[in-house]
C-alpha cells in the first residue's frame, strides 16, 4: 500500500472509529485524471467507496458541491458520507460494480439501454442546477479543440493542421455557442452511468459545466462503445429533438434539419477534443491504452464530418493526410487497428 492509501486508511478509520485492521482498502477503478478509487467495507459489511484525489493535483470542491446540489435536485447521483477537501478523500455510497457499457452485449439490449440513458439526460437536463456552474464559453471551447493540432498532429504525428483548420474551429464555437444552455456533465458515456436496481446512476460529474443542449447527446452517441448507423443516429436525434421540444428545452420553431446539423457539429467538436485528450493521456501521462482508442473516435469525426457537406475538405483531409499518417503511427507502435482500409 503506498503512502496516500495509508493516509486514506487512517482517515476513514477516524470517520468510523475504526481500528486499522477493520479498513482494509481494496483498489476498484483508476480513470484518466489523478483520481483513484478504493471500496471499503464497513463491519457490518455495509461497503462505501473511497475516492483519493491529491489536492495538488484535483479539485474535487466541484465534484463535493456537484454531488449534493443535483442529489438534493431529485437526480440519481450517490450519497456523500465524509468529505475532507484538503486531504483530497471523500467517501461516497456504492454504487457497485455494474456499469452500463456491460450490458451492451445485444442489438435489443443495447437499443433498451440507450433509450434509458436518454431519458435520464433529459431528467438532467431538466432538473439539474446549472446557475453556479462554470460557463462552456468560447475560451473552454477553444482550448479543447486546440488539444488536436497541439497534442495529435504536432506532438504526435508532426504533421501540420490544414490551412481551413482556423475556420472550422471557429464554426464549432459558434455552433457551441448559438445553442440552448443546460447542465453538461461533458462525459455522459455508458462507463459513467452506473446500474443498480435497473436504473441508471450517474459518476464522474465533477467536470459539469453550464453549457450546449446537444453536447451530452453525442457524448452518449458517439462514445467509446457503438458506432451507430447513419439510420439509428438519426432516429436518436429525431427524438430526442422532438422531446426536447415538447418540454421547453428547445424552442417550438427548431426544425429537425438543423438540429441534426448542431449535434454533428457538435460531435465534430467532441471527437477531435477527445483525439487530443488521448494523445495526451498516452504522451504526457504515460498511458498508453489510450493510443488503442484513436481509431474508433476517427471513425466518429468521419461521420460528424459527412453529415456537414460545408465541411468537405476538412473531411477530405482527414481521409487522405490524416488517416494515413495515424495509421503509420499506429503500425510503428505494434497497435492493431482497421485504417488501412479508409486510408488513401
Known sequence: MNERAETLQRWIARQ????????????????ASFRHYYRLRLPDGTPRVLMDAPPDRENSQSFVDIARDWRAAGLPVPRLYAVDLEAGFVEIEDLGDDVMHQHLDTA????????????????????????????????LLARELDLFPEWCLTRLLEIPAPPNWPALRETLID????????AVHRDFDAMNLMVRDDALWLIDFQDAVRGPLTYDLVSLLRGRYRLW??????????????????????????????????????GVQRSLKVLGIFCRLALRDAKPRYMERLPHFLAHLQQGLTALPAQGDFLAWVETTFTPALCRELDRRGIAHSLKERAS
Open 229 to 266: 448507423s447513419r439510420e439509428r443516429m438519426d432516429a436518436f436525434i429525431d427524438t430526442f429533438h422532438q422531446r426536447a421540444q415538447a418540454d421547453g428545452r428547445l424552442p417550438a420553431e427548431s426544425d429537425a434539419t438543423t438540429f441534426l446539423r448542431q449535434v454533428e457539429a457538435m
Open 175 to 182: 455552433n457551441a455557442l448559438a445553442q440552448p444552455r443546460v
Open 16 to 31: 468510523h472509529d475504526l481500528s486499522l485492521g477493520d479498513c482494509r482498502l481494496e483498489q476498484v477503478a483508476d480513470d
Open 108 to 139: 435489443a439490449a443495447t437499443s433498451v439501454w440507450f433509450e434509458r440513458a436518454l431519458q435520464l439526460l433529459e431528467r438532467v437536463q431538466r432538473q439539474a442546477p446549472s446557475v453556479a456552474l462554470p460557463t462552456y464559453d468560447s475560451d
